[in-house]
């Protein structure tokens, strides 16, 4: 049976254990389930962080998201796979982002995951925008995050 990747980008909050127990109940094929949770901080670099400001453009950003998950389907064996992005304002300790792959054995949804992950940090369409105490800022991307994705590349 071919897998289909759940893909939802949201305003609303989540609740990562009922993301998982809803790919996973009744189901005697899965052996592994790998989670990433993405929480907004409180700070950066000592400096505290009222809130992040994340923009889409509707649409796209689906589009995109879903390529990659494709990809991921095409690349390791999962039974499942579920990519959730919120939009909007978010204050420090709510989520941000869950991906949840699962397989019949641990490598495959742990790779996965990261495959996603890296994707998402570094070139999924979203635009991130921090409050601070001195007004807010665009957040630039990050040598480290494009190094990590980069790995992922075919040769």
Not at 47 to 53: E, F, K, Q, R, V
Not at 104 to 111: C, D, G, I
Request: glycine share 8%.
């Amino acid at each position: 049976m071919p897998v289909t990747a759940t893909i939802r980008i949201q305003q609303a909050d989540f609740e990562p254990a009922q993301e998982i127990a809803a790919l996973t109940n009744g189901r005697t094929d899965i052996g592994a389930v790998v989670t990433f949770s993405g929480v907004c901080r409180g700070s950066e670099n000592g400096a505290p962080i009222a809130a992040l400001t994340l923009e889409h453009y509707p649409g796209m950003a689906e589009a995109e998201i879903g390529r990659h998950a494709d990809e991921a389907l095409a690349r390791w064996p999962l039974q499942g796979l579920t990519v959730i992005h919120r939009f909007g304002r978010i204050a420090p300790g709510e989520n941000i982002v869950l991906v949840v792959t699962a397989s019949a054995h641990r490598q495959a949804a742990f790779e996965a995951a990261e495959f996603l992950m890296d994707y998402l940090k570094t070139s999924a369409p979203f635009w991130k925008r921090e409050e601070g105490e001195n007004g807010a800022a665009w957040v630039e991307a990050r040598d480290h995050d494009d190094a990590a994705a980069a790995r992922w590349a075919k040769s």
